[in-house]
């Protein structure tokens, strides 16, 4: 406790940043400090699990005590120990959980594992501090397409996940095969600004009648043929127009089904989560829909947008004051479910 | 002073804890590469085993590799938390070497091998000497030829392996000139590998031999031993300056230099 606010230390490396965050009475985020390895994995053209694991075992400790400081808070005063503790790749996530565990352990502090998407959809909690469930979540990263029924802080019920390629996977592939470079979502988004979104009418893929669920697989290998066409046929590639009309096919499905899905159970509110939750188009596309059927809509800025802490610890005090706290065998679950 | 080691870098985990007069005890996980999971309990059982408060504990020791990546990696940084939390200061405890300890008194020259997949280990040999270590093949990664390659060099004429302790122990067998005791997961693979290396006649003069299972592998004990010594030593680090001794690069780097 600080100034009588509950303290929670939240702890996350699931992927390729490495953060730690002190989060008040598990709405107010006091830090949220985030070591991003994107330069490190950007000439692999992707993030490279090994090397990913290296560089959080490397940087955990300081950014801790970073969180820690900037916080002006000690660990004495932390209450939680949060921690995701999946999905994701598993040997970034055991750095957290032995670090988590270690301390948790050494102070004696409770301790709560956190799934990563239970985090980003927390990530709102922080942002919008009058936010309560329930409401519809649409979380869209480089590793997850989920539209989530979210009855309560600690209920979740999963309406549609991706078959095959996660959204923000599909943008990184686009991006590379355009040229564009990694991270995916922000370049194309930015080339995609420059371009027609009409140039090329790419397939959109609804799978079944009803299905909330959604397959990228397949626009990836359309936008792959069409720039062999053009490149057979000897016509340039607009790099813009095909990484607009791209963007709009996969945003164009995503919207029609998030708003399908909260018509469908009467929800007055979407809240939006992970990566893909920052890109400009998606954004608007999906205020422009939830306007016009008298939704509110709710994202996160886009530093919380991203994998950061904070939104584990918000996550994980929630749990705490549901009565949920986790012994020291908590493991690493690399395919957790939600 | 009570030291906790922590031993994450092979098939089996296990701590153990030291206290200054070198008394040792150890718990050892029945569970195949579940480090993760079971070393916090482990770390809790011998502590209430031995009496002792977490407080208690003076300084983190860990393992510090070679071994499986993800392994030293628990070890490394759990022990780093442990010292983060405690406000301690640390010992990066070197795997290979640790394996000196497993034999009390052992004459001959120790050999741990790591099976790194592809005919390559991760390698040392040591041997005691005037009671200190005396390394006769530095530990690396080797391709497993290169390896016993240098290991026969230790034992030809004015080489490594051949200079014979000065001091004996009351008791212990006689050292014999030329022996080997290979340790490590890398005995499995390698056995028969090893075995036509020593029937070479260039190596005739070295005796060959194989761990018993009960010490073939790493273990916290070995390794509360050796930090104990690098303690008495002043080898301790702050937790920031452990880090983990992969001894290999991730392969992605590898085939990107290679380009």
């Known amino acids: 406790m600080k100034n009588n606010q509950f303290i929670t230390l939240g702890i996350e490396s699931s992927c390729d940043e490495t953060s730690a965050s002190i989060v008040a009475e598990g709405r107010n985020a006091l830090s949220n400090i985030i070591a991003s390895q994107i330069k490190v994995h950007q000439v692999f053209g992707g993030v490279v699990p090994e090397i990913a694991s290296r560089h959080h075992l490397d940087n955990i400790n300081t950014v801790i005590d970073s969180a820690l400081k900037e916080a002006d808070v000690t660990l004495n005063e932390v209450d939680l120990i949060g921690v995701t503790h999946g999905p994701g790749l598993v040997g970034a996530l055991l ?14 502090k409770p301790l709560v ?33 989920n539209i989530v029924d979210v009855e309560g802080y600690n209920q979740y019920r999963i309406l549609g996940r991706t078959r095959d390629d996660a959204a923000g996977e599909a943008f990184d592939k686009v991006a590379r095969v355009l040229g564009l470079g990694y991270p995916g979502g922000p370049l194309i988004d930015e080339a995609a600004k420059k371009g027609n979104p009409h140039a090329v009418e790419f397939k959109r893929v609804y799978l079944e009648k009803d299905s909330l669920d959604f397959s990228f697989s397949g626009i990836k290998t359309g936008v792959l043929n069409y720039l062999n066409t053009q490149k057979l046929k000897g016509e340039t590639i607009s790099v813009e127009d095909t990484a607009a009309s791209f963007q709009l096919a996969v945003m164009e499905v995503i919207v029609n089904k998030t708003i399908m899905a909260a018509v469908n159970l009467k929800k007055d509110k979407i809240v939006m989560a992970g990566g893909v939750a920052a890109n400009s188009l998606l954004r608007g596309m999906l205020k422009e829909a939830c306007d016009k059927k008298g939704i509110g809509l709710y994202h996160p800025s886009p530093i919380l947008c991203t994998d950061n802490a904070a939104m584990i610890a918000c996550a994980a005090y929630y749990k705490y004051q549901a009565g949920i706290v986790d012994d020291f065998y908590l493991d690493a679950y690399p395919n957790l479910a939600l | 002073m009570n030291i906790l080691a922590i031993e994450t870098t092979g098939a089996l985990a296990s701590v153990a804890l030291i206290d200054e007069a070198g008394q040792v005890s150890m718990e050892t996980s029945d569970q195949k590469m579940n480090h993760l999971q079971h070393l916090m309990p482990m770390v809790d059982q011998i502590l209430s085993k031995r009496g002792l408060e977490i407080n208690d504990l003076t300084y983190i020791a860990v393992s510090e590799g070679p071994g499986s990546f993800t392994g030293i990696r628990i070890g490394v940084s759990s022990a780093r938390a442990l010292a983060q939390a405690l406000g301690l200061e640390t010992i990066g405890v070197p795997t290979l070497k640790s394996f000196l300890y497993h034999v009390p ?40 030829n290169g390896f016993l390659e240098l290991l026969g060099q230790a034992f030809e004429p004015g080489g ?6 000065a001091q004996t122990v009351p008791g212990a067998a006689e050292p014999k000139a030329g022996e080997v005791t290979f340790f490590g997961d890398g005995i499995i693979p390698y056995r028969e590998q ?11 003069n070295i005796r060959v031999l194989f761990a018993a299972d009960d010490v073939r592998l790493q273990k916290a004990s070995s390794i509360a031993r050796l930090a104990l010594e690098l303690c008495r030593s002043g080898t301790l680090k702050s937790l920031y300056d452990l880090k983990p001794v992969y001894m290999r690069k991730a392969e992605a780097e590898r085939k990107l230099e290679g380009k």
Request: hydrophobic share 40%; glycine share 10%.
């Open chain 2, 194 to 204: 090893i075995e036509a290396w020593q029937r070479a006649s260039s190596n005739n």
């Open chain 2, 160 to 165: 490594a392996g051949q200079t014979l302790p």
């Open chain 1, 95 to 108: 750095i957290g959980l032995a670090t988590a565990k270690a301390m948790a352990y050494a102070r004696k």
């Open chain 2, 105 to 144: 008194e052992y004459k001959g020259v120790v050999c741990p091998i790591f099976d790194a997949r592809r005919n390559q280990v991760y390698g040392g040999a040591y041997q005691w000497s005037d009671s200190k270590i005396k390394e006769v093949v530095a530990g690396d990664a080797y391709d497993l």
């Open chain 1, 113 to 145: 594992g956190v799934h990563h998407i239970q985090g980003h959809i927390s990530a709102n909690y922080l942002e919008h501090k009058d936010l309560k469930p329930p409401f519809l979540a649409l979380v869209v990263s480089g590793g997850h397409t």
